[in-house]
T-cell receptor, first 111, second 114 residues
Framework: QKEVEQDPGPLSVPEGAIVSLNCTYS??????FMWYRQYSRKGPELLMY????GNKEDGRFTAQVDKSSKYISLFIRDSQPSDSATYLC???????????FGAGTRLTVKP | KAGVTQTPRYLIKTRGQQVTLSCSPI?????VSWYQQTPGQGLQFLFE???????NKGNFPGRFSGRQFSNSRSEMNVSTLELGDSALYLC?????????????FGQGTRLTVV
């Protein structure tokens, strides 16, 4: 079993839809939870991060962490074609730069 | 503010050769981490350097090594290349390296081993 599990998709939605992306993990030491977006032929771009449990909102994006269930989510509201990319969850323990990544979910938003 | 710069962007090498990849972090950032990205394994941590010292290491063979210079620039070396080393190699820089919430990635070096 991988330390971080993420459904690779692909996921295809119409423009304007709400997108839900999820990851589960097994290491209870993880305290930082990040979401990255990666366009084709580009490096990952940090979208949001959350420390420990809770929710965080940034514009159309909302990140949720449920440590009791070892489950994190990223919601994208009013999805746009420009949101089409691969979304990677990542997590790490405190004071540890060894980030563990999910496999990435490929999202396509159709106009 | 300039981002993380990786050179070269693309590289083709033959099995058995060695290769050196370079990463220039964002100005003021002292931590540089290296990752390997492949379709099968995804993103995997190689190692992290902070103030010229390797602070953390992933589960890769000794053929993979790195170093960091006093200006925080980092190089990664792979010796005796194998076909399975074909991948996108990414580096990420952060100011202090104590929180990955501030890690920024470069565009990567795509290495193809033939």
């Amino acid at each position: 079993q991988k330390e971080v599990e993420q459904d690779p998709g692909p996921l295809s939605v119409p423009e304007g839809a709400i997108v839900s992306l999820n990851c589960t993990y097994s290491n209870s030491a993880f305290q930082y939870f990040m979401w990255y977006r990666q366009y084709s032929r580009k490096g990952p771009e940090l979208l949001m991060y959350t420390y420990s449990s809770g929710n965080k909102e940034d514009g159309r994006f909302t990140a949720q962490v449920d440590k009791s269930s070892k489950y994190i989510s990223l919601f994208i509201r009013d999805s746009q074609p420009s949101d089409s990319a691969t979304y990677l969850c990542a997590m790490s323990a405190i004071n540890n730069n060894d980030m563990r990544f999910g496999a990435g979910t490929r999202l396509t938003v159709k106009p | 503010k300039a981002g993380v710069t990786q050179t070269p962007r693309y590289l083709i090498k033959t099995r058995g050769q060695q290769v050196t990849l370079s990463c220039s972090p964002i100005s003021g950032h002292r931590s540089v981490s290296w990752y390997q990205q492949t379709p099968g394994q995804g993103l995997q941590f190689l190692f992290e350097y902070f103030s010229e010292t390797q602070r953390n290491k992933g589960n890769f063979p000794g053929r993979f090594s790195g170093r960091q210079f006093s200006n925080s620039r980092s190089e990664m070396n792979v010796s005796t290349l194998e076909l399975g080393d074909s991948a996108l190699y990414l580096c990420a820089s952060s100011p202090t390296g104590t929180a990955n919430t501030e890690a920024f990635f470069g565009q990567g070096t795509r290495l193809t081993v033939v």
